[in-house]
């Protein structure tokens, strides 16, 4: 039994790993030359290779470790499961007031948590699968270490795979704050969390941006006792405050400690835990005996070990590969994709950024990754959804905007779900209904963002999403009542003037 190390070894991780990295895979035998080699076969890399053998390309796929990269195996699908789970579990604590009774001393089945995660991702992983991409898609999948061994080759397992085009997209890892003694504790950060099966008594989390704040929260509602430190002064710190401050006092309110603007200075292990010494923001120390810390403190590129020096390719640790704004390296022959050389860090970030690699690395290059309009949404819960530009951003670059702002308590869904907390906020430009960004906070936030990026791509105003019906009750209608906000607004004194004489005359 193969499992590469993902634990605990059952059936549902051995149907993953059979799907992803199968024990008795032979790599194929590769031809003269590939029109695509493709590094690294997470999200950007399994896109772009799918896209261009379907398109007729002959492509080859390189992956060390697991097909799926972060996504599928240890990001947003493990994550995604835990977190529906613990949304269920603060939705029945919360169902009395509902007119349902639940016994209070009601707890949740953290292994059965954690199992249900583990079988979902391995149905999952089925699209995913080294099989699938061979005999479906025509993808040649060769597993092992990939290194540049020329400006047109790399080597993996003994063979050097000869390409006309390449795409590097071998993502990112998790960083580590430099506090002393934290390495010797011990620490998991979202590549090990997935592992427990048993619920930690005490969870410590470093960091309180999207991974932090998402399982902070799962994990209080599953019943850990949650301890969270940031240097930031509040959690969310790359959103608007007033979207940050929603999440932050619901997870006051759910039990969560917070220690925001505070800064560690050690861990150390002993028999009754890990001991975390802070400093806090007014200057005092303290410390927090913890059984299990989580580090959520930010991600590096994975440029190490690849050879790039050989091929050409320029990179820094932190920025990741260098690309221009056709995602191309500077080696002609390369382009790169997803979290290796992107700001974004995000799944459907990697997909956008395949499909321009794909069009420019095979075609005329035509696609820019300046052009993309972005959305995020981080599932905290409410979920906070951003696209474009945020208040901060315009006030920045000198943009005047008008901002119109709906509190979910004013949305009769929302009120009638029990789920008022949050607030649409739109920006437009000043004197216009052209739409420059959004921030959405709201239970289903990331299911609404969508609406508002379609109408910035189709360059569609605040005037046609006014137009357009939306079905009563929803919470979107949150949205549509910003733009009926925006247009009570262009009604000047002299125009409501005149349709009040139109009117008397109409009597």
């Not at 796929?61 to 613990?86: F, Q, Y």
């Not at 990754?369 to 599932?379: D, R």
């Not at 990331?446 to 919470?475: C, K, N």
Request: glycine content about 10%.
């Amino acid at each position: 039994m193969n499992t590469l190390g993902i634990r605990p070894p059952d059936s549902h991780n051995q149907k993953l790993v059979a799907n992803v990295h199968p024990a008795a895979w032979v790599n194929p035998q590769p031809p003269e030359r590939y029109n695509l080699v493709v590094v690294g076969a997470g999200s950007a890399g399994l896109i772009t290779s799918a896209i261009a053998a379907g398109l007729g390309a002959k492509v080859a796929l390189v992956e060390r470790h697991l097909l799926g990269g972060d996504c599928l195996n240890v990001g947003c699908v493990p994550s995604k499961g835990i977190i529906r789970a613990s949304r269920l579990v603060a939705e029945a604590r919360r169902a009395a007031g509902l007119g349902l009774a639940v016994p209070v001393d009601s707890q949740a089945d953290f292994a059965a948590v954690m199992e249900r995660m583990r079988r979902i991702r391995a149905q999952i992983s089925a699209e995913d699968a080294a099989a699938r991409y061979r005999d479906e898609l025509g993808v040649d999948v060769f597993f092992g270490a990939a290194r540049f061994a020329g400006r047109d080759v790399v080597e993996v397992e003994g063979a050097r795979l000869r390409f006309k085009k390449a795409v590097v997209a071998t993502g990112a890892r998790p960083t580590a704050p430099p506090v002393e003694g934290l390495e010797a504790a011990g620490y998991r950060t979202n590549e090990t969390i997935f592992e427990l099966t048993q619920r930690p008594r005490r969870l410590g989390v470093i960091g309180s941006g999207p991974i932090g704040s998402e399982l902070a929260q799962a994990f209080r509602r599953l019943g850990c006792e949650v301890v969270v430190f940031d240097v930031a002064e509040h959690v969310l710190p790359r959103e608007d405050g007033d979207a940050a401050e929603i999440v932050q006092e619901r997870l006051r309110s759910e039990g969560v400690e917070l220690f925001l603007g505070s800064h560690l200075e050690r861990v150390v292990a002993s028999d009754t835990g890990k001991r975390i010494r802070a400093v806090t923001a007014a200057g005092e120390a303290m410390e927090v005996v913890v059984d299990e810390i989580l580090v959520a403190t930010g991600r590096a590129p994975n440029v190490d070990g690849l050879g790039l020096e050989a091929a050409g390719i320029t990179f820094d640790a932190r920025r990741g590969i260098h690309v221009n704004d056709y995602l191309q390296t500077s080696n002609r022959r390369v382009f790169a994709a997803g979290d290796v050389c992107m700001e974004w860090k995000f799944t459907h970030a990697a997909d956008a950024s395949a499909k321009i690699v794909v069009q420019n690395a095979l075609f005329l290059r035509t696609k820019r990754l300046s052009s993309l309009v972005m959305p995020w949404c981080t599932y905290t819960d409410p979920e906070v959804a951003h696209v474009g530009l945020s208040e901060r951003d315009a006030k920045e670059r000198g943009i005047a905007v008008n901002t119109y702002r709906v509190p979910m308590s004013e949305v009769n869904r929302a009120v009638t779900d029990g789920e008022e907390d949050g607030f649409v906020k739109i920006l437009v430009k000043a004197g216009s209904d052209r739409i420059l960004g959004a921030t959405l906070v709201a239970s289903h936030a990331g299911e609404m963002i969508s609406e508002i990026t379609l109408a910035m791509v189709g360059r569609l105003g605040l005037g046609t999403i006014l137009e357009t019906i939306h079905p009563y009750p929803t919470q979107a209608e949150g949205i549509k009542r910003a733009a009926g906000a925006h247009a009570r607004t262009r009604l000047t004194p002299l125009a409501a003037r005149l349709l009040r004489g139109w009117m008397a005359w109409r009597r």
